[in-house]
């Protein structure tokens, strides 16, 4: 971004060069005008790369953003949720859209909108299975869901 700055300031350099030629009876007014509207397009361009730059990194700053304020939630979270009560594990889950599904096969299926690792040790359950599906796409950032099957 710097670089396109630095050629900014060095196409108005450019243009006060071109008014003191056309000042000195150098330039004739159509060459002024044709290498102004040149260096007004390149300009433009520049601006417009500029502009897309610094959209792009308030995009990723706004990410960071909200990945540590997540992170933040999640370990204030860690830290309470062995004294949480039942109704406010119960919230918990219905904010976190998190569902639990027990069949009448005793099969209990787990899906989440997030991505977080599995931390039961699923060694001695039988018919385990784990799925991804990308579900939707807003801009660049995709949610996936998630589903935990357990039992047969």
């Known amino acids: 971004m710097e670089r396109k ?14 008014l ?5 009876g150098l330039l004739s007014s159509n060459e002024l005008r044709k290498r102004m509207q ?41 830290e309470r949720v062995d004294t949480l009560s039942f109704e406010e594990k119960r919230e918990l889950i219905r904010i976190l859209d ?11 299926v787990i899906e989440w909108p997030f991505e977080v690792p599995v931390c039961v040790d699923m060694s001695n ?3 385990y299975t784990h799925t991804v599906e990308s579900r939707e796409a807003f801009g660049d950032i995709h949610f996936y869901f998630y589903q935990v099957t357990f039992g047969s």
């Open 20 to 24: 003191d030629l056309r000042l000195e």
């Open 38 to 78: 040149r260096l007004h397009r390149r300009r433009g361009e520049l601006e417009a790369d500029i502009s897309n730059i610094k959209r792009r990194l308030a995009s990723i700053d706004r990410k960071a953003q909200w990945t540590e304020d997540i992170e933040q939630f999640c370990r204030r979270l860690a």
């Open 98 to 108: 998190i569902r639990v599904t027990i069949h009448k096969d005793r099969r209990i």
């Open 5 to 18: 700055q630095r050629h900014i300031a060095e196409l108005d350099k450019q243009k006060n060069e071109l």
């Open 125 to 127: 359950l039988d018919n």
